[in-house]
């Protein structure tokens, strides 16, 4: 399977913490893409990262990509209890119209 | 707001029973996806059209099927819903190489269907 994997499965920190979770791809890619999913919901598209690019940032959130290592990390700073949800990395099939997601985190964030 | 539509957000059918789910889109894109998703698991891509190319993936079963009668419309049809189909069914849009030249694409809330 080319499914990304991501670690942890499941993370729970407290309000305020940060919350790190990394996403490994098998395959080359031209971009790296982070989902937001809350329970029930559709999937929601937070940043993306090209693979020229090393760091990005958009708001709390701050996302890496190491090529040489086929791995990406998701950092959200100061969390909130809203950030509460799954979160997917995602990267582009190449030469197709689709995109292959990772297994995904389960973020809880306590008040 | 553009966006894009599923109805309807709970289905309930009965094992057997035909049932059809649909997606709408304001988009205007011309790719639409349909996706599989079970509890705790990353989205599973059934099938997905490129404007009215329709692209099966080698493992989505034969009695999902699926219509694109026009842009804005896209239907998910399971011909006879087993135990095993109940799931969280989500539509996706995404008009690659788009002003960001990548594939973002964009979600409904998603249909959740029962099978009794």
């Given at each position: 399977s080319q499914q990304g994997e991501e670690d942890p499965q499941a993370l729970s920190i407290q309000e305020g913490e940060n919350a790190t979770m990394n996403c490994s791809y098998k395959t080359s890619i031209n971009n790296l893409q982070w989902y937001r999913q809350n329970s029930g919901r559709g999937l929601v598209h937070l940043i993306l990262i090209r693979s020229n690019e090393r760091e990005k940032h958009s708001g709390r959130l701050r996302v890496t990509l190491d090529t040489s290592k086929k791995s990406s990390s998701l950092l959200i700073t100061a969390?909130?209890?809203?950030?509460?949800a799954s979160y997917f990395c995602a990267t582009d099939d190449s030469n197709t119209d689709k995109l292959i997601f990772g297994t995904g985190t389960r973020l809880q964030v306590f008040p | 707001d553009a966006m894009v539509i599923q109805n309807p957000r709970y289905q309930v059918t009965q094992f057997g029973k035909p049932v059809t789910l649909s997606c709408s889109q304001t988009?205007?894109?011309?790719v639409m996806y349909w996706y599989q998703q079970k509890s705790s698991q990353a989205p599973k891509l059934l099938f997905h059209y490129y404007d009215k190319d329709f692209n099966n993936e080698a493992?989505?079963?034969?009695?999902f099927q699926s219509r694109r009668p026009n842009t804005s419309f896209c239907f998910l049809d399971i011909r006879s819903p087993g135990l095993g189909d109940a799931a969280m069914y989500l539509c996706a849009t995404s008009r690659p190489g788009g002003a960001a030249k990548a594939n973002i694409q964009y979600f409904g809330a998603g249909t959740r269907l029962s099978v009794l």
């Amino acid at each position: 399977s080319q499914q990304g994997e991501e670690d942890p499965q499941a993370l729970s920190i407290q309000e305020g913490e940060n919350a790190t979770m990394n996403c490994s791809y098998k395959t080359s890619i031209n971009n790296l893409q982070w989902y937001r999913q809350n329970s029930g919901r559709g999937l929601v598209h937070l940043i993306l990262i090209r693979s020229n690019e090393r760091e990005k940032h958009s708001g709390r959130l701050r996302v890496t990509l190491d090529t040489s290592k086929k791995s990406s990390s998701l950092l959200i700073t100061a969390s909130r209890a809203a950030d509460t949800a799954s979160y997917f990395c995602a990267t582009d099939d190449s030469n197709t119209d689709k995109l292959i997601f990772g297994t995904g985190t389960r973020l809880q964030v306590f008040p | 707001d553009a966006m894009v539509i599923q109805n309807p957000r709970y289905q309930v059918t009965q094992f057997g029973k035909p049932v059809t789910l649909s997606c709408s889109q304001t988009l205007n894109h011309n790719v639409m996806y349909w996706y599989q998703q079970k509890s705790s698991q990353a989205p599973k891509l059934l099938f997905h059209y490129y404007d009215k190319d329709f692209n099966n993936e080698a493992d989505t079963p034969d009695n999902f099927q699926s219509r694109r009668p026009n842009t804005s419309f896209c239907f998910l049809d399971i011909r006879s819903p087993g135990l095993g189909d109940a799931a969280m069914y989500l539509c996706a849009t995404s008009r690659p190489g788009g002003a960001a030249k990548a594939n973002i694409q964009y979600f409904g809330a998603g249909t959740r269907l029962s099978v009794l």
